[in-house]
Each structure stands twice: as C-alpha cells, then as structure tokens.
C-alpha cells in the first residue's frame, strides 16, 4: 500500500499506527474506469504469471514512479529487487515500469488526463 505516497508493506504495518496518512491500495489507483499509467501498462505488457506478488509490484513502481518520472534501469533494478517474484516476471516489470513513464506523459487513459 502507499501511505502518502510512500511504498509499504500492508502486512507489517497495522492501520492504527498510520493515523491520519492517507492510504492507498492496490484497488484504489484506477479513477472509475480510467486505470493507472502502470496498471495499464501491467495489462499491456502482460506482467503477472501467477499473480500473488503484482499488487505490491504495482505499487512499488507508482511509487517509483512518483519520485523518479524516467527512471533507469538501474532505478528500476534499486526499487524492484526488494519485491520478490518466484514466477521471474521481472523483465516484464522493468518493461512495464518503462512503459507507464511514457503513459504517465501521455494525456489520456492510462495517463495524466
Ligand atoms: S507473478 Fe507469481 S510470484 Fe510474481
């Protein structure tokens, strides 16, 4: 989930301790139907395998995103490599992430509108 924007892990944090922050989930990026930058490049880039891991990849790289809107390779390595995925969909991801940067620039769905 992101608290204010930042990545963390929902299953060590317990919603007491957020307070006020504002959080969001996996569930909450879409506007209505309009999806994400990365939801939808997850979508186009045919991400997940068995899918248990992508919700916090999906939310690692929005925050990624957010903080850095080109990133790297290496930025994206940095970020990603702390999310594990026992399928290896990573080359997938890394494409992905760089595609939502480009949708993310992009008036429309799947970008800024
Ligand atoms: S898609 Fe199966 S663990 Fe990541």
């Known amino acids: ?8 892990r929902s299953c060590v944090t317990a919603a007491g301790d957020v307070g006020d922050r504002a959080i969001t989930t996996v569930e909450g990026l879409a506007q209505g139907d309009v999806l ?4 939808q490049a997850w979508i186009e880039e045919n991400v997940p395998q068995c899918g248990y891991c992508q919700s916090g990849q999906i939310i690692s ?5 957010a ?3 080109a990133p790297t390779d290496d930025d994206i390595d940095a970020v990603m ?12 991801i890394r494409k992905a992430i760089v595609r939502a940067a ?4 992009t008036p429309g ?3 800024t509108p």
Not at 83 to 88: A, M, P, Q, S, V
Request: with cysteine.
């Open 67 to 69: 903080r850095r809107p």
């Open 109 to 111: 769905p799947g970008g």
């Open 81 to 92: 490599s702390a999310n594990l995925c026992r399928c290896g969909t990573y080359p997938r």
């Open 1 to 8: 989930m992101l608290i204010d924007g930042q990545a963390r």
């Open 61 to 65: 790289a929005v925050a990624l995103l």
């Open 102 to 105: 480009t949708l993310a620039r």
């Open 36 to 39: 994400d930058a990365v939801q």
